[in-house]
């Protein structure tokens, strides 16, 4: 077997910048960014949601006022009918 043929797996620490909890696994990513945990050097990956801040993992419901989309949209296409005699 060719010896280039698999990926190198690397240390890596993914950081969730919502809640600064840190995932330490191996991956074939890599960054510019290195640190050291716990005397072992790891790629950082930073990302903005992750399953610890996700809605669908965490549980915490979202809502979206659509109230005011909706008049706005009937005002600004409102058509000028005439109500029926």
């Given at each position: 077997?060719?010896?280039?043929g698999?990926?190198?797996?690397n240390n890596?620490c993914?950081?969730?910048?919502a809640?600064?909890?840190?995932f ?10 290195k ?6 050097d ?14 669908a ?15 706005k949209f ?11 005699a």
């Amino acid at each position: 077997m060719k010896a280039e043929g698999h990926p190198v797996l690397n240390n890596v620490c993914f950081l969730d910048v919502a809640t600064g909890k840190r995932f330490l696994t191996k991956s074939t990513m890599r960054s510019q960014r290195k640190e050291a945990i716990d005397g072992v050097d790891y790629f950082v990956i930073v990302r903005d949601v992750t399953m610890d801040s996700h809605p669908a993992y965490t549980g915490e419901k979202r809502l979206v006022d659509t109230a005011g989309r909706v008049e706005k949209f009937t005002t600004k296409f409102r058509r000028g009918t005439k109500a029926k005699a």
